[in-house]
């Protein structure tokens, strides 16, 4: 079996290509290496920028420097392949407002090639979108307050939620466009493609920063004793998903191939708040975290937690980590891997 992983040096790509590199799988990283978001991220040194790329390497796994923009380069590695998992993105809410040109040009127009690559070469695919789609003021409107976290009634949410309820950004545009156009090539081409309405996925080898990626975000920050920014009231609620168990959904829709439009999250038992994450980081490290609040972001969700029973129905997937397993783990990797992180020039600036 050959899987062709784009975006497989970034976070999620690195651990679907090693879930499948550990099956056994040839498989190709296709990634331009782009930094957008790594060159935000202040505490992180240069060794980190090619850390994933390395571990991949190391494992056995081809690593193919191209951009999803390039419908032809894009085709031909899909054409010697079994599987295409999409995992390439612009992630960021900020990213997009600034820069709506990038966000397009990776995430539909992206998208729309790996869909005419998986067509052409008559192979599954999984692409990644966004709880985003679900925009910001359809859930938020709902929301009760407790000491710690925002709470709904029912919990969960399912995929017929309405969508892009309230302001919508380039970010809630490019990741509906790209369902649309999933669910175009399932019912025109009969293409045996998904599409993972992602929430929350955190873990080791992830490199967080205030644009994306906040557990991650707020581990480090934790661990190096810099202070951490809750943008809004903190009581911000997910539903957080452990890397492997989103590695183990892309295996579990090549297995089943039922194609559809599904939500992927941790589910009910995994959710956790902003402040109730931090709670649990100062648990695991014994360190007491520098919080502090600013304003709440545009576009930003106040709450989601996933019903994924229609792709538990679909697959037999069900997540498996826990927030206090996962977190715990991706302390330990933080705290093995010290010459990635540095504190000085973070707190020079904030001094």
């Known amino acids: 079996m050959k899987v062709l992983v784009t975006g497989g040096c970034g976070f999620l ?9 550990a099956k056994g799988a040839e498989v190709v990283a296709y990634d331009n290496l782009a930094k957008h978001e790594f060159a935000r991220i202040p505490y992180m040194r240069a060794e980190a920028r090619g850390f994933n790329l390395e571990k991949l390497r190391a494992a056995g796994v081809q690593v193919a420097t191209e951009d999803i923009r390039d419908a032809e380069t894009l085709a031909h590695f899909a054409a010697g392949s079994d599987f295409l998992c999409h995992t390439a993105a612009q992630p960021a809410m900020t990213i997009a407002c600034e820069n709506p040109r990038l ?16 067509r052409t070469a008559s192979i599954p695919v999984a692409v990644c979108s966004s709880i985003h789609t679900f925009g910001p003021d359809g859930i938020n409107h709902s929301l009760t307050q407790s000491e710690t976290r925002y709470e709904r009634t029912p919990v969960a949410i399912a995929e017929d ?25 399932i019912d025109t081409y009969k293409l045996p493609a998904a599409c993972f309405r992602l929430t929350g996925i955190y873990g080791p080898n992830q ?36 890397a492997e168990d989103a590695a183990q959904a ?6 089943s191939q039922k194609p559809g439009i599904y939500n992927i999250g941790g589910g009910t038992p995994n959710r956790i708040s902003l402040l109730e994450c931090i709670s649990l980081i100062e648990r695991l490290t014994g360190k007491k975290a520098d919080v502090r609040f ?31 397993q996962g977190i715990a ?20 600036a904030t001094n």
């Open 13 to 21: 790509g690195y651990h679907v290509c090693m879930h499948f590199r």
């Open 103 to 118: 966000d397009f040009s990776t995430n539909t127009l992206g998208t729309f090639n790996v869909l005419e690559a998986a």
């Open 161 to 185: 939620e309405p969508l892009l309820q309230g302001a919508v950004t380039p970010l809630h545009a490019s990741k509906r466009a790209n369902e649309i156009y999933v669910q175009s090539y």
């Open 207 to 242: 490199f967080g920063g205030e644009d994306h990626g906040w557990v991650a975000n707020f581990a480090i920050r934790a661990l190096l004793g810099l202070p951490l920014t809750i943008f809004g009231t903190g009581k911000q609620l997910r539903d957080i998903l452990y």
């Open 250 to 255: 892309f295996e579990s829709f090549y297995d």
């Open 294 to 324: 600013g304003e709440g972001r545009f576009g930003d969700l106040h709450y989601f937690v996933a019903d994924h029973s229609r792709f538990t129905g679909a697959t037999a997937w069900k997540p498996s980590v826990q927030p206090e």
């Open 329 to 348: 783990s991706l302390v330990a990797w933080v705290q093995a891997n010290p010459e990635l992180f540095s504190a000085s020039e973070v707190l020079a």
